[in-house]
């Protein structure tokens, strides 16, 4: 079993930057990649970006070049740098664990992020 902490959501203006935490925990060799999701108001839930343990990444067209994904493996966390942010991009902002040998993800509790503006 493993355990996904999201942190870091705020409110910010438009044109400013956060930085998002995930820290998992447990059984973390069953993780084969790791994102984050986000899900406005209304909308349906939908990838930002994620990041395999190869150390590639692959981003949504709407934040590339304005967001970047990296992990610490020390630290068992993943981050999520938002620069550049956008009204559009207000949503909570999820932290996803691909696992190995099932479809069934690990998923965290959501951190809320707006922007204002």
């Known amino acids: 079993q493993v355990q996904l902490v999201e942190s870091g959501g705020g409110l910010v203006q438009a044109g400013g930057s956060l930085r998002l935490s995930c820290a998992a925990s447990?059984?973390?060799?069953?993780?084969?990649?790791m994102g984050w999701y986000r899900q406005a108001s209304g909308k349906q839930r939908e990838l930002v970006a994620v990041?395999?343990?190869?150390?590639?990444?692959n981003y949504a067209d709407s934040v590339k070049g304005r967001f970047t994904i990296s992990r610490d493996n020390a630290k068992n966390t993943v981050y999520l740098q938002m620069n550049s942010l956008k009204p559009e991009d207000t949503a909570v902002y999820y932290c996803?664990?691909?696992?190995?040998?099932?479809?069934?993800?690990?998923w965290g509790r959501g951190t809320q992020v707006t922007v204002s503006s």
């Open positions: 990041i395999t343990n190869g150390g590639s990444t």
């Open positions: 447990g059984s973390i060799f069953t993780i084969k990649a």
């Open positions: 996803n664990g691909a696992r190995y040998g099932t479809l069934n993800d690990y």
